[in-house]
C-alpha cells in the first residue's frame, strides 16, 4: 500500500499527474454533452465548429481551424457532414477563389436558437458554480497558452 507520503513524494504518481486529470476531464466532459446534442444531430466537435460559426459567420476553412485549433484535414469532413446534414455550406470565396468559405444555412442559424439551452444544462449537470468555471476557464486558457508557447 501506497502511503500518502509516498504518494506527495513521488512524482510519477498517476493521481499527480496534470495530463492524466486533464484527460479524464475532457472526457467526462464531453460525455456531459453527448446526450444534450443528440437532438441536434450534432457530435461535440460537430458543435464546436457550430459555435465557432454562430459567432462569426462566414469563415474561411483556414480561419475556422485556426480558432478551432484543429488542422484544415481534421476540420474537413466535420464540414462535410454539417453540410450533409443542412446546418453550413462551402463555397469558393468571391474575394479569393483559393479559400473555401464556410456559411450558415438557415437551419444551422436557426439551430442557435435550441444551442442557447445546453449551456445551462451542462453547468447544471456539473453542479459547480458559474464562478467557479469561470476560475477553471481562465486556468486552463493559462494552460492553452502556455502549452502554445512550448516548442
Not at 474537413?76 to 463555397?91: A, F, T
Request: charged fraction near 25%; aromatic fraction near 4%; glycine fraction near 2%.
Amino acid at each position: 500500500m501506497i502511503s500518502a507520503q509516498t504518494f506527495r513524494d513521488d512524482p510519477l504518481a498517476l493521481e499527480r499527474q496534470v495530463c492524466f486529470a486533464l484527460s479524464i476531464a475532457s472526457r467526462n466532459v464531453v460525455a456531459l454533452y453527448r446526450p444534450l446534442l443528440e437532438p441536434m444531430n450534432l457530435t461535440h466537435p460537430q458543435y464546436l465548429v457550430m459555435l465557432a460559426l454562430w459567432g462569426k459567420a462566414p469563415l474561411s476553412v483556414k480561419a475556422l481551424a485556426r480558432m478551432l485549433s484543429l488542422e484544415p484535414a481534421t476540420l474537413s469532413p466535420l464540414l462535410k457532414r454539417l453540410e450533409s446534414i443542412g446546418y453550413v455550406n462551402r463555397s469558393r470565396d468571391t474575394a479569393d477563389e483559393r479559400q473555401l468559405a464556410v456559411t450558415l444555412t438557415e437551419t444551422g442559424a436557426a439551430l442557435r436558437e435550441q444551442a442557447l439551452k445546453i449551456p445551462p444544462a451542462v453547468v447544471e449537470r456539473l453542479g459547480m458554480t458559474l464562478e467557479e468555471l469561470e476560475v477553471l476557464h481562465k486556468a486552463l486558457t493559462r494552460v492553452i497558452a502556455a502549452t502554445e508557447r512550448t516548442p
